[in-house]
């Protein structure tokens, strides 16, 4: 039994009462059916925006799709309600945007420009009761578990090609399968996704890759023709062979990619992000020795800091996340032994930035589950604890107790390229454990570092 929040049914009743018909839609109204939380509330009415804001003084429309923005005030927060007037569309001519639109009369009109069934229902207050149209079937297809166009399937997509990730993402969220007529269309029209922008197809892949069900999202891109254009780096890794004596690997590149991204623990999208890339490199890179059999991907790391470079400019990635993402993918085949120097260690945080630890061994972890490997080891753990500990020792010379102008004061000179110079090697002999991080430790240093400098 669907039930609206008291402020919901409140603001609909203005419209109702003014003479005009509103209904709630999309994906608000599957996910009432659904008994999801819903947060974002649509709304569709016969009302004209100019007649919308008749009703709501302090509401502001600023483009040609008819919808309105009206804030309103809930427990003492602000929203904003998006209420758009009922409309059907001409033509598209760049796959993305109709040419024209043209305010329409009836829901139903409204509904049969929406992309797909389960998305394509309407529900308004009808004499105290709440009436559902349906026109399209949408509730059968949320029972049935379903994601299927609107009408024709090629018509939807040619229209907006969005909706080509759009039909992946919402399958992939909600654990549906996509049907038969439906997933044909995606496969024919998939190369159109080459003419939307970068921003937009972010958007839908993050969302699909922070999903419980992300790594059958790739797949099923992949299934769709759809992942050659998106992420060709990834697709082009299914059926390189990894499987060799003297290697762990149980799965084909492509494969491993996607399994380390479904066991990846992090909710991080850009770990994330790293994680599904991270061996890319190892297309261009496959050796295979004749005699041996035994197959290396040497640099491969180094190969695929570059392509994670243009994946991240082909995504409109952000300078911050493009930093992240290229470290992550560039450091991922770091050393793990109980062997390593704490110098070593510390030179690892500082090459990944101490932000970034818990990213990288979140990729590790799904680098190595992806692989068939358990979830950890003994070196892994004391790997782990190292690395807090280490991280009590200065990691530059900015961390020394000391500063520049210590140095100037305490050896009686004056600032110039000297100061750097015998900065750097205190911070030398403080991170191979010569001397302890405290002033007074390293004041007794200085005359002795000068010395040899000079």
């Not at 890319?280 to 491969?300: A, L, R, V």
């Not at 799904?366 to 080891?377: M, N, P, Q, V």
């Not at 070196?379 to 520049?404: A, C, M, W, Y």
């Amino acid at each position: 039994m669907i039930k609206l929040p008291p402020y919901i049914t409140s603001f609909m009743k203005i419209f109702q009462d003014a003479g005009f018909r509103i209904y709630v839609v999309g994906g608000t109204v599957r996910g009432l059916l659904m008994k999801h939380d819903v947060s974002d509330w649509d709304f569709t009415t016969s009302a004209t925006p100019e007649e919308i804001i008749k009703l709501f003084p302090h509401s502001f429309y600023n483009n040609s799709f008819g919808t309105v923005g009206i804030p309103i005030k809930e427990d003492g927060a602000e929203l904003v309600l998006e209420v758009t007037t009922h409309r059907k569309e001409g033509d598209y001519s760049n796959a993305r945007h109709p040419d024209k639109v043209e305010w329409a009369e009836k829901v139903e009109d409204d509904l049969a420009r929406r992309d797909f069934t389960i998305n394509a229902i309407a529900l308004r207050q009808a004499q105290g009761k709440l009436d559902i149209t349906d026109p399209y079937g949408g509730q059968e297809d949320i029972e049935k578990k379903v994601i299927r166009a609107v009408g024709d399937a090629n018509i939807r997509f040619q229209e907006d090609a969005l909706r080509l990730m759009r039909a992946i993402r919402q399958a992939t969220q909600l654990g549906f399968t996509i049907e038969s007529e439906t997933m044909a269309s995606l496969q024919t029209h998939a190369k159109l996704i080459v003419g939307i922008s970068g921003e937009r197809i972010q958007a839908e892949l993050f969302k699909l890759i922070t999903s419980n069900n992300a790594a059958d999202g790739i797949l099923l891109m992949k299934e769709a023709g759809l992942l050659q254009y998106v992420l060709p780096e990834v697709e082009h890794c299914f059926g390189v062979e990894q499987k060799s004596p003297e290697r762990h690997h149980i799965y084909d590149v492509g494969t491993h990619l996607v399994e380390s991204l479904r066991h990846c623990p992090s909710a991080d999208v850009i770990t994330r992000l790293a994680t599904l890339i991270h061996d890319t490199g190892k297309k261009e890179t496959q050796k295979i020795d004749p005699e041996t059999k035994i197959i290396t991907f040497y640099n491969h790391e180094v190969v695929g800091e570059q392509q994670a470079k243009e994946i991240a400019t082909r995504l409109r990635l952000s300078k911050k996340d493009t930093q992240k993402l290229v470290i992550l993918v560039r450091h991922h085949q770091f050393t793990v032994s109980e062997e390593q120097s704490d110098k070593a260690l510390r030179r690892f945080i500082r090459q990944i930035g101490v932000e970034n630890i818990d990213d990288m061994l979140a990729l590790r972890t799904g680098d190595r589950l992806g692989s068939g490997a358990k979830e950890t080891s003994w070196r892994t753990e004391l790997f782990k604890k190292r690395l807090i500990e280490v991280q009590n020792v200065p990691f530059s010379v900015h961390d020394l107790k000391i500063t520049g102008n210590d140095v100037m004061e305490y050896l009686n000179i004056k600032p110039g390229p000297q100061i750097g110079k015998i900065m750097n090697a205190l911070f030398e002999m403080v991170d191979d454990g010569k001397v302890k991080n405290e002033k007074d430790a390293l004041l007794e240093k200085l005359r002795e570092i000068k010395e040899s400098i000079e």
